[in-house]
């Protein structure tokens, strides 16, 4: 499935899925974030999210600050123009995840899509759903 998604990012001369991650992740923060925290949400090696955010931030998809606890760290925000990415970056990835979706639903026992979720996803997590 990944594959499909970065195969379309590319195409449309888009940034790799990553990118996506992080800004989907800002977005929906509900304040700027450290880098550690960007690290735990994504589960991305520490090296590697440094080196992706220098990238996005010379994009201008996302801004820097300080951070507002201690004056040292820095915090990361989307900008307009990462937010515009993210919507631009989402009409390659829905189509993917709709038809991947459709084949589950069409294919699935619920019962077992919800097992294998639960194989996945931490249950405290899954607590916050109710699965009919």
């Known amino acids: 499935m990944t594959d499909q998604i970065e ?3 590319k195409t449309a ?3 790799p899925l990553m990118w996506f ?3 989907f992740e800002l977005e929906h923060a509900p304040k700027c974030l450290r880098p ?4 735990k949400r994504l589960l991305f ?3 590697n999210l440094s080196r992706l955010l220098a990238r996005m931030f010379d994009a201008k998809v996302i801004q820097e600050g300080d951070a507002p606890a201690d004056g040292r760290g820095k915090t990361f925000c989307t900008t307009e123009e ?3 990415m993210s919507r631009r970056m989402w009409q390659c990835y829905s189509p ?3 038809s991947m979706h459709a084949q589950i639903s069409e294919h699935a026992d619920p019962e077992q899509v919800t097992n294998a979720l639960r194989s996945l996803v931490n249950q ?3 607590d916050h759903f109710e699965v009919d």
């Open 36 to 39: 550690f925290e960007l690290q």
């Open 21 to 23: 991650e992080v800004l």
């Open 124 to 126: 405290k997590t899954l």
């Open 96 to 98: 993917v995840l709709h």
């Open 82 to 84: 990462g937010r515009k």
């Open 7 to 9: 195969e379309r990012l």
């Open 13 to 15: 001369t888009l940034p």
């Open 45 to 47: 090696k520490q090296h």
